[in-house]
């Protein structure tokens, strides 16, 4: 339905959405995950696809739905299968923003059966390190622009700009936690939009689908969409 232009920013563009946790299987009934609820994402899809865009948004576990005719739901569970589907869309992309919280690392050895207490009271867990997603599609990028978040609790400016340049990216939108009322878990969030030229713009403290509009706003602004 999007071939034809409607005069909506986004109409006629493909928009690629990472978001919500991710969960790191220990055995078939324990994983590793985080509070990520999803919303950011949700809301980003929503608003681009309100925009115009025609959206393939890659979800890990959440209790969110979504209906939308310009939004295609992806449900991944791990890091693993996120990579997988993230890397199958990304080449046909316009704009990519990764909002996902993906789990940095995954039980090493996951075993196929319940684990059973052992003798003694510790237990030790091996974990590696996961993929990158985000990481990988920077070094794929050809004319995408690729957005990604950060969270952080210290030097949060200095290491935002230092992700925006190790992932290759156009843009990072800093989620800011030195407020009660923002990031996971919350309605609400505060951000700060940083671009590759290394300017800062910083939100108040807004709806999370406010914060959305914004994001949209300042990627648009940067682009000739
Ligand atoms: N990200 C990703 N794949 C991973 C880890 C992170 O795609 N395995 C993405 C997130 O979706 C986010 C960005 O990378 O857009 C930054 O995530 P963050 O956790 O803030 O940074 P990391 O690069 O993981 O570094 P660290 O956690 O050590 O600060
Ligand atoms: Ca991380």
Redesign the pocket.
């Known amino acids: 339905e999007n071939h034809l232009s409607t005069g909506l920013p986004l109409s006629t563009k493909k928009v690629l959405i990472?978001a919500g946790p991710t969960y790191e299987a220990l055995d078939p009934v324990r994983f590793l995950g985080n509070r990520s609820t999803g919303t950011m994402g949700y809301e980003l899809a929503k608003c681009a696809a309100d925009l115009g865009a025609d959206v393939v948004l890659v979800s890990g576990p959440t209790n969110l739905s979504i209906t939308h005719s310009n939004i295609r739901l992806v449900n991944v569970e791990t890091?693993e299968e996120m990579y997988q589907a993230a890397h199958e869309h990304f080449k046909m992309m316009d704009f990519v923003i990764?909002?996902?919280?993906?789990?940095?690392y995954r039980p090493k050895n996951p075993s196929n059966q319940k684990l059973k207490k052992q003798p003694g009271n510790d237990f030790k867990l091996e974990l590696e390190r996961?993929?990158?997603?985000?990481?990988s599609l920077g070094q794929e990028k050809e004319n995408q622009f690729l957005v990604?978040?950060?969270?952080?609790t210290n030097n949060a400016i200095e290491?935002a700009k230092a992700?925006l340049k190790k992932?290759n990216l156009d843009a990072i939108v800093l989620n800011t936690l030195e407020d009660e009322g923002a990031g996971f878990g919350r309605s609400t969030n505060k951000i700060t939009f940083l671009d590759k030229k290394l300017s800062e713009k910083t939100f108040e403290l807004k709806s999370k689908a406010e914060v959305a509009s914004d994001i949209w706003a300042e990627i648009i602004a940067r682009t000739h969409a």
Do not use: P, Y
Request: proline content about 0%.
């Open positions: 990472t890091a990764s909002a996902a919280a993906v789990a940095d996961t993929k990158d997603i985000l990481l990604g978040f950060a969270l952080e290491n992700k992932k």
